[in-house]
């Protein structure tokens, strides 16, 4: 037998021990014999398994892939398959993803963005001062040129801003929170503002208003004494004044030629405080622009510590206490609101939790009655903020939550943010409503339009913070309201407004085909040519029957009746007037609920929006606390 070594190495040919018979047999053999078949032996011994490998065999028809024997011509096939599926399809749709191409188009815009590019233009056509070439407004020309020349400390005077309604005075009051408002649309929903392509013209009629607005003071000081309440009067009353002024006398803003003076206050804690808010709320829309909002912030804080004084703890006067130019326009019944609602704003520009203190103040809730369950209280308008207040530091409540001290005053204003929500309902008898759906925040006064989109807009403002934080709705005591239904309120109003209502007629100037064509609006009636009417020339066209020769785009009326009936007459003020409140709710609200734009939908808010910049519990540099004594 032969020896083999697996592991390599020599390999010893040795024979085995044989038995006698053995060799006797082998002694009787042949020789040569014997040696001929050993080397015939070793010969295939060698071949077999010392001298190599046998002679190579031709390759195997199979691929031997572990579990499956593949045919080598299939695996083959195979690949090649592969290969020019990739040439054939891969690479065709590789090269095609590359091309860059343009942007798919916007989806058509709906109804609310359309009525949002006419409600700006309200604002262009209401501008004060020297008008630039690209207002937009043909019949519109420089006006106002020497408003506030009897104001000897304010250089330049008090030249620009707006005019308020149909007449040509500027209600410093009103046209803040206008201001306010516009500056709050356009940091919850900056990114639909550019989807629609407004953001840099609402920006520009924002500071249009704030740069006049910081005129109205010495805004580059850290303590003041006045400020400037409006410009322009009228005198009101059974017995109607023939001195010329601003609504005995019917003349487009570029034909005015009666004295129009500017009203100094020395208390304004209610005007103050609305202003404060108005430059506050500009400085985060604007803080892209430094050194510009900036200067807001510091005529915000400026104005806030003129507001408060000598501490809220005392009673002052409200602007327009015993101000007989002021008080049948624009008189303010508190200003408590404005103490919680500034001092918000200001907190949220400048990060100073000293103002967070203060408007989370307990006290100060009580005294501005915050928490009381009182119907007029929970109507969001240019007289009573609380509601937006109250939204305003439920927001803080709902993204931050910062916590001790100040949870119990946010737990406060966020139940009564939700309880005003809960009031918007018809179903649960707060409000009436017309028979066409309109609510009646105003129980049926003049003007009811301006308070229905104000409050429109906080319902969908607060339907989108709730869907911000993914919650899905709130209880009305046993009633489970989800978010949907705020906002379809919300809608249902402005669809009243643009024209889904018994009459079938838009309130919205320019909007629709059927829309009020006697407006009470002095640029708007009077034909736009080189005639110069007197102070009382003008009444012809006050009076006439014919339609407005300027039509004044975008403008919101006051408003029909509790019956829904409308009365498109020049003489019926109440229901034919504009006002900078009510286009500037009307915008705000427009944007929240519509849809239009590139991708940007309902529920868009950015609720980073008043944090990003300033971190708002930690600031890197806080501004010094106001100067008041709770």
């Not at 040509?168 to 500056?183: W, Y």
């Not at 322009?232 to 005995?248: C, V």
């Amino acid at each position: 037998m032969y020896s083999a070594n697996h592991w390599g190495g020599s390999f010893d040919i040795t024979t085995d021990g044989a038995s006698e018979e053995d060799d006797s047999r082998n002694t009787d053999v042949d020789g040569g014999a014997l040696s001929a078949r050993q080397h015939h032996e070793l010969d295939e011994t060698q071949q077999g398994w010392l001298l190599g490998p046998p002679e190579a065999k031709k390759k195997g028809r199979h691929v031997d892939l572990g579990c499956v024997l593949v045919k080598r011509k299939v695996l083959w096939w195979a690949f090649w398959g592969l290969v020019a599926g990739f040439v054939l399809v891969g690479l065709p749709i590789i090269v095609y993803k590359s091309i860059p191409r343009r942007a798919p188009p916007p989806p058509p815009p709906d109804q609310y963005a359309e009525a949002l590019h006419k409600a700006l233009l309200f604002f262009n056509a209401q501008k004060s001062g020297r008008i630039p070439k690209n207002n937009g407004i043909p019949w519109r020309g420089n006006s106002g040129l020497k408003d506030g020349s009897d104001a000897k400390d304010v250089k330049g005077g008090l030249v620009g801003g707006y005019y308020d309604a149909g007449d040509n005075i500027k209600f410093h009051f009103p046209m803040a929170f206008s201001m306010t408002l516009l500056s709050w649309s356009v940091i919850e929903y900056s990114a639909k503002y550019k989807a629609v392509e407004e953001y840099d013209h609402v920006r520009e009629l924002i500071k249009w208003g704030t740069d006049y607005l910081l005129h109205t003071f010495n805004s580059s000081a850290s303590t003041i004494d006045h400020v400037y309440a409006q410009v322009g009067a009228a005198k009101t009353g059974k017995i109607k004044s023939r001195t010329p002024d601003d609504h005995y006398c019917w003349n487009r803003p570029e034909d005015m030629a009666y004295p129009r003076p500017s009203l100094p206050v020395t208390s304004a804690p209610d005007l103050g405080g609305e202003i404060a808010a108005a430059l506050a709320a500009a400085s985060i829309a604007f803080r892209d622009d430094a050194a510009y909002s900036k200067k807001l912030v510091h005529g915000a804080v400026t104005m806030f510590g003129f507001a408060t004084g000598d501490g809220w703890a005392n009673e002052h006067a409200t602007y327009s206490r015993h101000q007989q130019d002021i008080e049948p326009f624009y008189n303010s019944t508190s200003y408590w609101d404005e103490y919680v609602w500034g001092a918000a704003w200001v907190y949220y520009a400048t990060g100073n939790t000293t103002y967070l203190s203060f408007a989370a103040d307990p006290q100060l809730a009580e005294r501005a009655k915050a928490f009381d369950d009182v119907l007029d209280l929970s109507v969001f308008s240019w007289d009573n903020k609380l509601p937006g207040a109250g939204l305003l530091l439920s927001r803080l409540r709902m993204f931050l939550n910062p916590g001790y001290p100040y949870e119990q005053s946010l737990v406060g204003y966020h139940k009564e943010s939700r309880l005003d929500m809960c009031k918007y309902f018809r179903r649960f008898g707060a409000f009436n409503f017309t028979r066409g759906g309109l609510a009646l925040f105003n129980h049926g006064r003049g003007q009811p339009l301006q308070y229905v989109v104000a409050n429109s807009f906080l319902a969908a403002l607060f339907a989108d913070y709730m869907e911000a934080i993914n919650v899905p709705g709130w209880y009305c005591g046993p009633n489970f309201m989800p978010t949907q239904d705020l906002r379809a309120f919300a809608k249902s109003q402005l669809n009243y407004i643009l024209g889904d209502n018994p009459r079938k007629m838009s309130y919205v100037v320019g909007f629709g085909n059927k829309y009020p064509r006697h407006v009470h609006h002095r640029g708007a009636s009077t034909p736009h040519s080189r005639v110069k009417y007197s102070c009382t020339g003008g009444y012809k066209w006050r009076d006439s029957k014919k339609a407005d020769p300027n039509v004044i785009t975008g403008a919101m009326v006051g408003g029909p009746d509790r019956n829904d009936r409308f009365n498109d007459s020049r003489m019926a003020f109440g229901q034919t007037e504009p006002t900078l409140v009510g286009n500037a709710g009307l915008v705000a609200a427009l944007v929240a609920v519509t849809s239009s734009g590139r991708g940007v939908g309902v529920g868009a808010v950015d609720k980073n929006s008043m944090f990003s910049a300033v971190p708002p519990l930690f600031p890197a540099t806080p501004p010094p606390p106001p100067a008041w004594k709770p």
